[in-house]
C-alpha cells in the first residue's frame, strides 16, 4: 500500500548547520509586517493623540513606544504566527521535491516457472511503479531479477520491498540509484575493453570501473557473492569487492572476459615485441 508522506513543517526548513530558516520574500514580509505593525501604530496614536501633552512630547512618546512594541512584539510575533505562510514557497518546492519520482534499483530471486515476473509487474502497476530496465540471470533454485524502477516520491523502499515479497520474490534488496543505473551494461564493457586492449595494465582499473568495486588484497576471511576472484595466467589473481551488492553471473562472466582480453594482449606483444611498439 502506498504510504503517505505526512504534511511538511516549516522546520524543516532549517539550515544543518546554523538552524536558521531560509530568508522570506521581500513582498511577503513586508505584508506580514504591515498587517502587524498596522494595528499597533493605530492604538498608539489613538491613546497618545488623546492625552494632554505637548506635540514633542506625544512625538517622543509615539516614536519611542512603537518601536518598542514592534521590537519586542509585532516582529516575533510575526515571525510565530505567519511563519508558514511567511515561507509558503519554500515549503512548496520541497514537497514538490519529495513528490517527484525516485529511482530505486531492486535485485530479487523468483521462481523459475511461467507467470512470476507477470504478478511483479502487477504488484508495481498498483504502485505505479515504472519498470525501466530489467536483467535476468539464471542461478541455483530460479532467477535473479534485477529492475531499475521509477517511483513516486512517496513511496519507500519498504513499499517496493513488500510488493515484491507478496509477488513471490526471496533474497530482495532494494536502494537507492541514479541514472547512470540505467546505462547499458553491454556498451560500458565495449569501451572498458578497448581501453584494455590499448594498455593491459588497466585491467585492474578497468575492471573495478565496470562492476562499481573496489580493488582489495587477497580475503583473509569468509568469501562470498560480494567478492570476486579475477584469475590471470602470468600475474597474482585480482580480487573485487562490493559489500551489501553481490555479483551476478552476468557481470563475473564480463569481468572474465575482460582479463582474457589483457591476456591476449599481453601475450601477442610477448609473441610480436616488434609489433607491440
Known sequence: MRSRRPR??????RCD???QLPEASKTRQTVANVVTILPIELLVHAAVVRTELPYVAKVLVLALTATTLVIWVAEPGTRR????WLHAPALR???????????????????DESGTLERVTHGFSRLDVNILSIHVHPVDG???????VSAPGELSDDD???????????????????????TDGQTKALGLAARVAGDPGELAQATAELLSARIVTVPAGPVD??????PRAWNEPLYFSRPGD???????SRAYHLAELAEVVELTGRAHPDAAR
Request: proline share 8%; with cysteine; glycine share 6%.
Open 246 to 252: 553481490p555479483f551476478t553471473p552476468a557481470e563475473a
Open 142 to 148: 530460479g532467477v535473479l531479477d534485477e529492475f531499475v
Open 17 to 19: 548547520d546554523c538552524g
Open 160 to 182: 517496493i520491498l513488500a510488493s515484491i515479497m507478496a509477488s513471490g520474490g526471496r533474497a530482495t534488496r532494494v536502494w537507492p540509484t541514479t541514472p547512470l543505473a540505467l
Open 225 to 230: 557473492d560480494t567478492l570476486l576472484k579475477i
Open 81 to 84: 504566527l505567519l511563519r508558514r
Open 93 to 111: 518546492r520541497r514537497s514538490t521535491l519529495h513528490a517527484s519520482p525516485a529511482l530505486w534499483r531492486v535485485r530479487t530471486i523468483l521462481p
Open 8 to 13: 511538511l513543517a516549516t522546520a524543516e526548513l
